[in-house]
């Protein structure tokens, strides 16, 4: 198995997935439960599928601290980092006044500071992008980081 085993909550929006994987395996449905109970590496297989399905599709990522907000770019071979870090005791960006003065103050290099940098993946693209997950990071459509490249 390559990834963990999707939660009942991640699963439900793959059901259309489910129905096609069980046609394919030649699997009812009401023959899934023995066959996932007899043979677990078939929930394994669907499960794996449906992460590389989502990776597939991750291009960006984002990680937010009470002092720095880091996006990334997943292209396919390389990943880009933004880092960015507030030196401002006050500013919390998990609150949205932190995010706005953020915006209002990035240029501000007393205040704030941007570090960037891409390097290639050091393991399969997808598994690297699993593991920022499983760290902490969260699939985005890439907002924050488009807007953040537009400001430094």
């Known amino acids: 198995m390559k990834y963990k085993l999707l939660s009942n909550t991640q699963f439900k929006p793959f059901a259309k997935e489910f129905q096609q994987f069980l046609k394919n395996e030649k699997i009812s449905e009401t023959e899934w439960d023995v066959v996932k109970e007899k043979f677990p590496t078939k929930a394994e297989e669907f499960s794996d599928l449906i992460w590389n399905k989502i990776l597939d599709n991750t ?68 598994i690297e992008i699993y593991n920022m997950v499983q760290a902490g990071c969260e699939i985005t459509k890439g907002k924050l980081f488009k807007q953040v490249c537009k400001m430094i």
């Open 59 to 126: 291009f960006y990522l984002e990680h937010m601290g009470e002092k720095t907000v880091n996006v990334f770019f997943c292209d396919e071979d390389v990943l880009s980092r933004i880092m960015i870090q507030v030196k401002v005791a006050e500013v919390n960006l998990l609150e949205p006044e932190g995010v706005k003065w953020l915006f209002l103050n990035i240029k501000d290099e007393e205040k704030v500071a941007v570090f960037q940098g891409k390097k290639k993946y050091d393991a399969e693209r997808n």
